[in-house]
């Protein structure tokens, strides 16, 4: 159980072009999703929660302009990077809380997305 | 922000071995949790220790928890190649129930 989708798995478009990212609970509702970045043998940066409903919440330093999370349903989040220039270069990874969402429970981790800008 | 740290940031072992990676961490927390992440992969849970806690198994896994230290040991035994992956450790955000992740271990198991 607890399967997180995360869609696509590879993407490289141009600069100033827009890219979106889906993520998806595919057995379970996520009234919170969290979107995070990884750069080459990094460690995970939490960019922003994302709440069903509601605005997202970001993080220090990440701008929400850019990064446009849209939480429409208990089971899917969206992460667009909007005119995307070559530093935006990256692994999107999204996750989500299952057993209950609270601190107790694992995060559950889609399996990435690649994100190449030209 | 990151706040767990682990160390050693590399370790190469030979199956069979025993493998031991540390995390450090700097504030008060609820849980302690280590992930895998293989090469190009989202992370996978492996392990939730709770600060009440000092000790968990599972399988071929041991975690220790020392709150007075605020530090943590991930010990796999009988290491397989297909160990071969990056270990983190990480504590609740401050940001709702999202969680920091350290630098991690990439742990190298050689047949």
């Known amino acids: 159980g607890a399967v997180v989708s995360q869609h696509p798995s590879r993407v490289i478009c141009k600069s100033g072009t827009s890219v979106k990212i889906e993520c998806r609970s595919l057995?379970?509702?996520?009234?919170?999703m969290f979107w995070y970045r990884q750069f080459p043998k990094q460690s995970l940066m939490l960019m922003a929660t994302s709440n069903e409903g509601s605005k997202a919440t970001y993080e220090q330093g990440v701008e929400k302009d850019k990064f446009l999370i849209n939480h429409a349903s208990l089971t899917l989040s969206t992460l667009t990077v909007t005119s995307a220039h070559p530093e935006d270069s990256s692994f999107y990874i999204c996750?989500?809380?299952?057993?209950?969402?609270?601190?107790?429970?694992?995060?559950?981790f889609g399996n990435g997305t690649r994100l190449t800008v030209t | 922000s990151q706040q767990g740290e682990e160390d050693p940031q590399a370790l190469s072992i030979q199956e069979g071995e025993n493998a031991t990676m540390n995390c450090s961490y700097k504030?008060?927390?609820?849980?302690l949790q280590w992930y895998r992440q293989n090469s190009g992969r989202g992370l996978v849970h492996l392990i939730l220790i709770r600060s009440n806690e000092r000790e968990k198994h599972s399988g071929r896994l041991r975690v220790t928890l020392d709150t007075s230290k605020k530090s943590s040991s991930l010990l796999i035994t009988a290491s397989r190649a297909a160990d071969t992956a990056s270990y983190f450790c990480a504590t609740d955000a401050s940001s709702g129930y999202a969680l920091n992740f350290g630098k991690g271990t990439s742990l190298l198991v050689t047949p």
């Open positions: 996750s989500a809380r299952g057993g209950g969402g609270t601190y107790n429970s694992p995060l559950h």
């Open positions: 057995d379970f509702q996520a009234t919170t």
């Open positions: 504030t008060s927390i609820n849980n």
